[in-house]
Structures are given as structure tokens and as C-alpha cells.
């Protein structure tokens, strides 16, 4: 007998106004260059392909059973989802969110120094499973229990084949 698939979801959505951590809002609009509200502390954040932070809860709950006391919004992500495992999805990956949020996974996050300030041992740690940064492709309201459809990015011409030019 087969497990039911399970449902992919917004668990916490959070904010600050600069750094970490982040904390949980019942919900946020997300426009093209982020949640509102959310501020970054460095401008190399201020991206629209980094508009919005994604992690998923199984990956925090695995490294608070490693030794390190992490919520939703501790490692500096905007949305904290559920059955998602979003560093196994590509860039390109479109994500509909029930609430009408689309977004783009655009770039595999890297572990920052400013992850020194939860323990300096974490971003050897976390590596490989840091996240995803995405880019707002329909803005809208987006909050905690919203849904995730998974779309895979269509294909593009240069995948099936080299494309003679006359």
C-alpha cells in the first residue's frame, strides 16, 4: 500500500528589517523585490533574483537534532515550507502558491558569515542544503498553510536539439 503523497506548504513566513533572525508573520505581500517589510543588510541581497528566501522545516528540524536551536526565519529565510525539499528542485522550478504568489527558483543559497552568530559550525553544516533564492514572477498575499504547486521550468528549444539558422 502506497503512502499518501504529501502536500507541500508555507509552514512560516518571516521577516526583519536587516539580518537575522526572522521572524513569523501570519502573512506578507510579496511584491517583484520581496516581502514588504523585509529589509537586507548588505546590498548584494537587494537582487530581484533573490527577492524571496526559501528553506524547508525538515532541513531545520534535522539540524536542531544535530545540535543547533533552530525556528522558522533563524537561518534568514522568508519562507520556511514543508514537504517541499526545495535544494532537490532545479532553477527554473516555478512555484504556485495557493494564495497567488508565482515564483521562480532561481540560484542554490550559499551559507553566510552572518550564520557565525547561531553557531560558527553551521555553515560548514548547512552546505547542500541551505536553500533556494527565488524571483517574483506574480506578486500577491502570501501566508502561513498556502499550498505549493510544483512546476518544472518548460523546457527550452536548446534542450531538444541544436536549432539550425538559414
Do not use: W
Not at 87 to 92: C, D, E, I, P, S
Not at 121 to 132: D, M, P
Amino acid at each position: 500500500m502506497h503512502e499518501p503523497a504529501l502536500t507541500p506548504q508555507v509552514a512560516a513566513v518571516c521577516i526583519s528589517g536587516g539580518g537575522i533572525p526572522k521572524l513569523p508573520l501570519a502573512s506578507a505581500a510579496v511584491t517583484f523585490t520581496g516581502l514588504a517589510g523585509d529589509g537586507h543588510n548588505h546590498a548584494k541581497h537587494n537582487d530581484p533574483l533573490q527577492a524571496v528566501c526559501l528553506q524547508d522545516m525538515e532541513i531545520l528540524e534535522d539540524l536542531t537534532k544535530e545540535g543547533f536551536c533552530l525556528k522558522p526565519g533563524t537561518t534568514g529565510e522568508n519562507l520556511t515550507v514543508c514537504d517541499l525539499k526545495v535544494n532537490h528542485l532545479g532553477v527554473g522550478t516555478i512555484l504556485e502558491f495557493s494564495g497567488g504568489v508565482v515564483l521562480e527558483l532561481t540560484k542554490e543559497r550559499k551559507p553566510c558569515y552572518v550564520l557565525d552568530a547561531i553557531d560558527p559550525r553551521l555553515k560548514e553544516v548547512i552546505a547542500g542544503r541551505c536553500g533556494f533564492y527565488a524571483r517574483v514572477l506574480r506578486e500577491g498575499l502570501i501566508q502561513a498553510g498556502d499550498i505549493i504547486q510544483v512546476r518544472a521550468q518548460q523546457e527550452s528549444s536548446c534542450a531538444l536539439g541544436p536549432i539550425m539558422v538559414l
